[in-house]
């Protein structure tokens, strides 16, 4: 195949990745949180799972499990990281409990 590269880095280091793949990520909240935040919007994580490891995920981690397959002795996930744009979060604000946004403009 040509245009792709696989590498082996630290993932506190990278940014705007298409996918990372990862082993047992999910049970791991900070490394998973780490691996979200080395993703573009839409970039995708494909965890290799337990099989018993439950594919539910908080939805501070901005991750929406898009495909999964039950092997024989293990979970496949691939995890789509969410893309935010301003109209869906100004759609949406009124479900964050965050206080509100005030915005001024100087002419």
């Known amino acids: 195949m040509t245009g792709i590269e696989v590498e082996e880095h630290e993932l506190e280091e990278e940014e ?4 990372v793949i ?28 337990n099989v018993d490891t ?10 929406n499990v898009v495909f999964e397959k039950i ?8 995890l789509r990281k969410v893309i935010v744009t301003l109209d869906s979060f100004i759609r949406n604000r009124r479900h964050l409990s ?3 946004l005030y915005l001024s403009v100087c002419l």
Do not use: W, Y
């Open 54 to 63: 439950n594919s539910v995920l908080s939805s501070g981690f901005r991750l």
């Open 16 to 19: 705007n990745h298409t996918m």
């Open 22 to 49: 990862a082993s047992n990520i999910v049970q791991h909240k900070e490394l998973l949180q780490t691996a979200a935040r080395c993703l573009a919007d839409g970039g995708c994580i494909l965890a290799r799972e």
């Open 98 to 100: 965050l206080p509100s």
């Open 71 to 78: 092997l024989k002795d293990e979970k496949l996930l691939l």
